[in-house]
């Protein structure tokens, strides 16, 4: 059996090895871009007792989970392919649950920079709101249908096999709708408060919009990954086996 599913698994990896380094480095650079521009050019983080700067926790913190960690989320089973099948489920899923603790207080952080600045500030009336809102939801309702379908150990196969596709298809749809509203909260908050400055290439203004091009290129990369067959896991005997034996 080992002998035969060699030859099958190194045509697999061509090329997976550089471009998830690539992937790496994209995520890495881009969460620094987002920590430098969010401490040099707007002055850093507080909680409540500053709304302004509490507010910078929402793009870093979605940033780091709906973005760096959801995307590595979807490509674990493709990166630790010669880990159990069991363990990778497990790990998958504390991750995601890490990423929905994120966005709970990423979104606290941006409604109470709204609620308590003085004047208020409207919440939900932009479409990266609405678009940010959405994905949220879906992201959370993918993680219950995933712990129900993937974790529960009396589930049948068949039931399992069937959801797979839907389950991988709103995992990426959630992932690409979090690359949206990034990339419109990037442009919203560069209008809102650069004005005429953006247009005249600031250096906060290139920054931001350098940002959003490593979105692209770290969104455009972890979708490829994702949906290469070639780079699929193989399957192995025991990935069937029940979590509760």
């Known amino acids: 059996m080992d002998q035969k599913a060699e030859p099958l698994q190194a045509p697999s990896l061509e090329g997976f090895i550089p471009l998830i380094g690539l992937h790496q480095i994209c995520g890495a650079l881009l969460i620094l871009l987002v920590i430098i521009w969010t401490t040099y050019y707007r002055d850093g983080f ?70 308590l600045a003085s004047p208020p500030i409207p919440n939900m009336y932009s479409l990266h709101s609405w678009v940010g809102l959405t ?24 039931l399992r096999s069937s959801y797979m596709p839907i389950h991988v298809y709103f995992g990426i749809a959630a992932f690409i709708g979090a690359i949206a509203s990034c990339l419109l909260g990037l442009n919203e908050k560069a209008i809102f408060t650069l004005g005429k400055k953006y247009s005249t290439f600031v250096d906060e203004g290139v920054l931001i919009n350098c940002i959003g091009l490593l979105f692209i290129s770290f969104g455009g990369l972890s979708v490829y990954l994702v949906t290469q067959e070639r780079y699929r896991r193989l399957p192995r005997p025991e990935d069937d086996v029940l979590l509760s034996r």
């Open 46 to 115: 507080s909680w409540t007792s500053n709304p302004e700067l509490e507010f910078n926790w929402h793009p870093l913190l979605m940033t780091i989970g709906l973005v760096f960690l959801y995307a590595n989320a979807m490509l674990i089973y493709r990166a630790r392919r010669n880990v159990r099948k069991q363990r990778l489920k497990l790990t998958h899923a504390g991750i995601m649950l890490f990423i929905i603790l994120l966005t709970v207080i990423a979104l606290e952080a941006v409604f109470d920079s709204h609620n």
């Open 135 to 158: 994905t949220v939801i879906l992201f959370c309702c993918q993680w219950v249908a995933g712990c129900i379908s993937f974790l529960f150990p009396k589930l049948q196969p068949p």
